[in-house]
């Protein structure tokens, strides 16, 4: 019995606990060789003495060199066996009766090669004994009945050999071996405790790491489902609404009565709605794709925070709430774009959870950067959710999922934008008192500001001939409906194929207007490039999408076409065609992206 049989172990652990015992019982080659080398030193020492006789000299180190020889082979065997974890028992088994023949043969050995009348000699080969004993328990000691019976079979022939002699000093080293042997055996009994201990402990967070692993995995799968699962729905949903909105336009350019277009507003403010909910998720999945370049410029801090402080005021006002700028003179190295998004999305959360009170705004200098504060007197976050208020669809008191309350995607796009932009981003809250979160960006000197060029007046463009491609009907009828209202020329298709046999015979369209993801596994972009085949040169070709998906959004910027996202504002895609349709000069077509 060994000392994990002392404490009950789970079968499968335990088993692999001593598998590796066992593996390290015959991990060790070296001290069977020097135990060899020192007895047959300790032989020669004595013929040359001449107090040993050559006969038993050979006898002895031919016995050790013997059963050292097998237990190389059985060694051997051992690290060949593809089962040897399996059969560990049998295996230490062997070893221990290995161990027992190299004990006795050591201590029986021993006291046959005793110069007889030379007391020095004699402790001579008793402190060659005892300190193999020592040295073996590094290469034994891992398991307790192999260095038991190798400690028994060499030092208990030698104390009976001393209690034979018959005088005082060999009868006090018999005392001693008596004294000595059970000391050995039990510090013996304690390194095996200790390495079961640590063997246990290192399988043990072995299998806690695995566990890990494991549910890792099964947390990545389920955000991976989670995603297709809201890429699949929010296409599907942002196709009707996309129709709803194209109609909404087209019927907006007929004469009504005012209680119908008081209806097309509410209507319109409703799809409004939905397309904020849905540029939401688009957000969190371009974020989660890796398309969002920056451009990093001077951005003056005081006129940002003013213009968003500005929106701001009604609900503010609405609440009995008081929005304060602490104006600085402060200017950050950052996106405009992207940080307003950030700092709207701040100050925004700020005015809707804080119910009396103050949200304040401002900069400070620290160093090298510019610091950006955020602070309010709301209901401030526990410690145990500062970390999960950056998830997405995580929302602090808001179980009944209340829309005018958001949706719990704006911290989650904050964190993202940040990474992107390289800011530091920082919380610090108080419960019941209120919270600050910062951005810290790289300060720059005010006068350092670009100037925005002047945004260019729209062209007027002559309608044109349009090919529109989408598998969708209600969007083709909306989509026509518009277009036509618009003064342009329309021709709809369900697909590649439609398309091309519509148009066989007629000039190419001046533009091409195609959903990116088409029946029976036929892309936008493969759809345009067949066109453009049939047609015998390019044209100029929109995207619209209404995929969230990562991997679908970068393959369609990818192509080089303009994207639109739906569901689409008519205003958006009306500058969009104007934008295409406007005469380029020859030498340079405009084929680059839009942004949406």
Not at 124 to 129: G, N, R
Not at 186 to 214: I, P
Not at 468 to 491: F, K, N, P, T, Y
Not at 521 to 543: K, M, N, Q
């Amino acid at each position: 019995m060994t000392a994990l049989d002392a404490a009950p172990q789970p079968p499968s652990l335990g088993d692999a606990v001593r598998a590796q015992q066992v593996r390290q019982l015959y991990a060790h080659g070296f001290p069977m060789l020097a135990t060899l080398a020192a007895s047959a030193a300790l032989c020669g020492l004595f013929v040359e003495l001449g107090v040993l006789k050559v006969w038993i000299a050979l006898v002895w180190v031919g016995a050790m060199a013997g059963h050292i020889s097998a237990r190389f082979v059985m060694r051997a065997a051992y690290q060949r066996s593809s089962t040897k974890d399996a059969r560990w028992r049998a295996w230490a088994d062997r070893f221990t009766a290995g161990a027992l023949v190299a004990g006795v043969t050591l201590g029986v050995g021993g006291v046959a090669i005793m110069p007889a009348g030379r007391f020095d000699l004699q402790m001579l080969v008793i402190l060659t004994i005892t300190s193999v004993v020592y040295a073996t328990q590094a290469s034994f000691g891992s398991w307790f009945p192999a260095f038991c019976v190798f400690t028994l079979g060499a030092l208990v022939p030698c104390g009976v050999w001393g209690a034979l002699q018959g005088d005082a000093p060999h009868w006090v080293f018999a005392g001693l071996c008596l004294i000595w042997t059970p000391a050995v055996i039990v510090l013996a009994r304690r390194h095996e405790a200790s390495m079961v201990r640590t063997l246990t402990l290192q399988f043990e967070n072995a299998a806690l790491a695995e566990d890990l692993r494991g549910q890792k995995l099964v947390a990545e799968l389920a955000s991976v489902a989670k995603s297709r699962f809201l890429a699949s729905a929010s296409h599907d949903l942002r196709q009707p609404v996309h129709a709803l909105g194209m109609l909404v336009g087209a019927l907006r350019t007929h004469r009504l009565p005012d209680r119908s277009v008081a209806l097309i507003d509410h209507i319109d403010t409703s799809v409004g709605a939905l397309d904020s909910l849905f540029t939401s998720l688009l957000d969190i999945s371009r974020l989660d794709a890796g398309v969002v370049e920056s451009r990093e410029v001077t951005v003056p801090l005081d006129p940002l925070i003013a213009r968003i402080c500005r929106e701001l005021e009604g609900p503010t006002q609405d609440k009995g709430l008081r929005l304060v700028q602490v104006r600085s003179g402060l200017a950050a190295a950052s996106d405009p774009v992207h940080l307003e998004r950030i700092l709207r999305n701040l100050i925004g959360n700020a005015v809707r959870y804080t119910q009396t009170g103050r949200v304040l705004v401002g900069c400070r200098r620290r160093d090298l950067s510019v610091v950006i504060e955020v602070w309010d007197t709301g209901p401030g976050i526990a410690p145990d959710q500062r970390e999960a208020v950056f998830e997405e669809f995580y929302q602090l008191a808001n179980p009944d999922r209340d829309r005018a309350k958001g949706l719990g995607l704006g911290l989650a796009i904050v964190r993202r934008l940040t990474a992107i932009l390289g800011h530091a981003l920082s919380l610090d809250s108080w419960p019941g008192r209120g919270s600050v979160f910062r951005v810290a960006a790289d300060r720059r000197e005010a006068g350092e500001a670009e100037a925005a060029p002047p945004p260019a007046a729209p062209a007027a463009t002559a309608g044109g001939l349009i090919l529109a491609v989408d598998d969708e009907a209600q969007i083709r009828v909306g989509m026509a409906e518009l277009l036509r209202s618009w003064g342009h020329e329309v021709v709809v298709a369900g697909g590649a194929e439609e398309a091309c046999a519509i148009m066989a015979g007629r000039p190419p369209p001046d533009l091409v207007i195609c959903d990116y993801r088409l029946r029976d596994g036929e892309s936008g972009v493969d759809a345009i490039r067949r066109l453009h085949a049939a047609f015998g040169r390019p044209t100029p070709a929109l995207l619209i999408t209404g995929d969230t998906a990562a991997e679908n959004i970068r393959e369609a910027l990818a192509s080089g076409y303009p994207l639109l996202h739906k569901p689409l504002s008519h205003g958006r895609l009306r500058a969009a065609v104007t934008s295409l349709l406007r005469p380029a000069p020859a030498s340079k077509p405009k084929t680059g992206p839009i942004e949406a």
